[in-house]
């Protein structure tokens, strides 16, 4: 079908895509005037009644507009976003003081580091080659799929699935698009586990290169990554090299913020569960190890999120690249949803803002808008997120003038002129802001450096 038969087809029905009304041979007119009158009126009423059953499946309702929800709200001075834009200008021009000479050592221990994972990785011949870049993402896909090491435990789609609108959130789930998806191969685990020890180190060792690319003149870095009040595996890789900085600091580290935050949206009144209790109920041990307590955390924040099913199994297996059972994992969310039903019944409601009315060959019915619904809770919680940084900042600020250097998501950084004896004060004043924007809330933060 040729591109201009397809736009007619689709201005005449953007619904059904049937083609427009064609002017059928005049057998009794024999082509006349009369005749040719005759059929355009036909065409026209024919038209009118299709329009007509369109507008009856589209009738305008109260949901026909996607109006998003509005949801408890941190409470802010009207002067907030200026304060703020302040403070990162400020802590900008601090810049982030940096000793060379222990960052050039670091780093030289942390290359010799790599070349030996690069070397470990390289002994999985049968899938990495001499000639793999275990640096670019492209390369190590086609050196797995040459080798068909890309098979995953997820079940494809059946044709008549796929024709029914079945398992899309099951293949989407399967995909791998990039180093934080290659856990779900389960043909080389070896392979997997080498690329990701080289990828860890080489992107710490990248941040490591850019700080001393950009040390000034006067021994510091200046960055906006370093008070954007972001998070991500920069902000991992930057405690990293720590033990780098030049002169005194002290830091506040916000302890589970997300779940926090989230249990304190949904109104949530149960006690959140301890991580290392949960991690002992889910898997039924005395002493977790330190990948079943990342397991129990992420499946606490996914449920908190509103994850379910393979959402929820890729989003624990993002978090910790760990192949579980979607159905094991499907169980601990319902157990979850009984024991918060709050947490429960806040994503219900919101769930119920995303449906949108679209018509088919078959009616009028309202269908689930997963995109944006899913694009809806991340903005909020990541605005949410950086709004408690950013108090968290300030109150830093309010007590030791001048000192705060970095700002991110659940880490803030300060530098001390002299020895920080203000712990109790500045526990106080921390929790005076964040009460006063988030009532009734019960973020907990760890103050480290400072007497």
Not at 329 to 353: G, I, N
Request: aromatic share 10%; net charge neutral.
């Amino acid at each position: 079908m040729s591109s201009e038969r397809r736009i007619i087809e689709h201005e005449h029905n953007p619904v059904y895509g049937t083609p427009p009304i064609l002017p059928q041979y005049d057998y009794h007119g024999h082509g006349s005037e009369a005749g040719r009158e005759a059929t355009r009126i036909v065409s026209n009423e024919a038209a009118q009644r299709e329009a007509a059953e369109l507008r009856a499946l589209n009738a305008p309702t109260t949901a026909s507009k996607l109006e998003l929800p509005r949801l408890r709200s941190s409470a802010l001075p009207d002067d907030f976003v200026d304060r703020i834009d302040a403070l990162d200008e400020a802590m900008f021009e601090r810049g982030v003081a940096i000793d060379r000479d222990k960052l050039v050592s670091l780093g030289k221990e942390r290359f010799n580091d790599l070349l030996e994972k690069d070397r470990v990785a390289r002994t999985a011949q049968r899938v990495i080659g001499t000639t793999t870049d275990l640096s670019c993402f492209g390369s190590i896909f086609q050196s797995f799929f040459i080798c068909g090491a890309l098979t995953t435990s997820v079940r494809p789609r059946k044709p008549s699935e796929v024709f029914s609108g079945e398992g899309a959130d099951r293949e989407a789930a399967s995909k791998i698009d990039g180093f934080e998806d290659l856990w779900k191969t389960i043909s080389e685990p070896v392979a997997v586990r080498s690329v990701y020890a080289f990828h860890d180190a080489f992107a710490s060792l990248v941040l490591g290169q850019s700080l001393l690319e950009r040390i000034d003149s006067d021994g510091r870095v200046r960055s906006h990554f370093l008070c954007s009040g972001k998070g991500g595996d920069r902000v991992r890789c930057f405690r990293e090299w720590l033990a780098v900085l030049h002169g005194a600091h002290f830091s506040v580290a916000l302890v589970d913020s997300l779940g926090a935050l989230l249990v304190w949206l949904a109104n949530e009144k149960t006690e959140p569960p301890r991580p290392l209790e949960y991690a002992k109920q889910l898997f039924n041990v005395r002493a977790p190890s330190a990948q079943q307590l990342r397991i129990a955390e992420a499946t606490w924040h996914g449920f908190l999120l509103g994850h379910s099913g393979y959402a929820l199994w890729a989003y624990i297996g993002n978090k910790t690249r760990a192949q579980l059972d979607v159905n094991v994992v499907e169980t601990w969310r319902m157990q979850l949803a009984k024991s918060y039903p709050a947490v429960q019944s806040f994503h219900d409601e919101l769930r119920s803002a995303f449906y949108k009315p679209v018509s088919g060959h078959d009616g009028g019915h309202f269908q689930f808008d997963e995109r944006w619904h899913r694009q809806f809770i991340d903005m909020h919680v990541r605005w949410q997120l950086n709004r408690l940084s950013a108090l968290t900042a300030i109150a830093i600020e309010e007590t030791l003038a001048q000192s705060v250097v970095a700002r991110f998501d659940d880490f803030i950084l300060g530098e001390a002129t002299s020895k920080v004896r203000h712990k109790t004060t500045l526990d106080a004043r921390i929790y005076q802001k964040l009460q006063a924007a988030f009532p009734g809330s019960n973020f907990g933060f760890r103050i480290e450096g400072a007497a």
